[in-house]
């Protein structure tokens, strides 16, 4: 009887301890596991979006790169996380959406093993390539990459990435097979891009935006409905004659399997918050990055984002005939 009334106890002080501790939440920096590569347009989000929600929870919030595998060696650390509220990530259209199509052994269902936080930020796709590209618009990107294709490279940021999977979109579109060329963000391939080693990639505008506006690389078309007030020059893919090819991604932020209600409301409170501010709002926006309207922000609006994505890449992709090795 004694012993059974100790343990009763210890089981309510530790409860008592824990939601304590749920309540204070958080009591330190919390790690923001992004993916890819630093330099990124996942990180660039990350750390905009991030340096506001600091000062909401009062922690800062600290970016850790953990790249690989398409951004899916970072989400499965996230799926697995200790549910205290410490370790969330910026997951996005590849690593949620696109994942299970291509990874027979992935390690997480995106539609199970996490928590939704919120959207943080659309990013429309944009066809890019290096300065010297022998090409002056879309349609004789096209021309050119169908006449030589075989001869060419695509850069991406790995199997299920946004970059790889609306590239692999671009070329059946196009019927084309260019070499793909894995790097571990775009971030990196971009570098090479600017160098002339890789010839061209669909990628996330708020990456490529101020080397286009810098003249650095070529862009030869947006693959949204409408231009982008960030890159006005650049025609959609539609006023370019390829409107079969509009895709547009996005970039949001997940919690372990698990959390706690409470500490999921805090996170989604300060990203709101921050999509609110006028500053992180004017720093998204001058990259091209799409600010999530109310509607489309918390964990709700989130969740059925990602099942609808699972829906939608899987036939595409298996369609394409792409599986990572
Ligand atoms: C990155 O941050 O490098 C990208 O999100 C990679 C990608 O998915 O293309």
Known sequence: MKKTMLMTAAAL????????AQSNYPQRPITMVVPFAAGGPTDVIARIVGDHMSRTL???????????AGGT????????????????????????????????????DPTKDFVPIGMAAGTPIVIVAKKDFQATDLKSFVDFVKANSA???????????????????????????????AYRG???????????????????????????T???????????????????????????????????????IFGPKALPKDIQTKLVDAL????????????????????PDKKDRGPEALQKLVEAEVARWTPVLKAAGVVAQ
């Open 186 to 212: 775009t971030g990196p391939a971009l570098n090479d891009l600017m160098s002339g080693q890789v010839d061209f990639m669909t990628d996330q505008i708020v990456n490529v935006a101020p080397q286009i």
């Open 151 to 181: 001869k060419l490279n695509m850069a991406h940021a790995g199997v299920g990435s946004v970059s790889h999977t609306t590239g692999v979109l671009l070329s059946s579109v196009l019927d084309i097979k260019p070499t793909m060329v």
């Open 272 to 291: 709101d918050k921050a999509l609110d501010d006028d500053n992180t709002k004017k720093r998204l926006l001058e990259l091209g990055g799409v600010v």
């Open 214 to 252: 810098g003249g650095n690389i070529k862009a030869y078309a947006i693959a949204t409905p409408e231009r982008s007030p960030a890159l006005p020059e650049v025609p959609t893919t539609k006023e370019a004659g390829l409107g079969t090819y509009e895709v547009s991604a996005w970039n949001a």
């Open 13 to 20: 002080a530790l409860t008592a301890v824990a939601a304590q």
């Open 58 to 68: 009062g922690q800062q919030i600290v970016v850790e790169n953990v790249a690989g």
């Open 73 to 108: 060696t970072g989400m499965t650390r996230v799926s697995s996380a200790t549910p205290d509220g410490y370790t969330i990530g910026m997951g996005h259209m590849g690593t949620q959406g696109a994942a299970p199509a291509l990874y027979p052994n992935l390690k997480y």
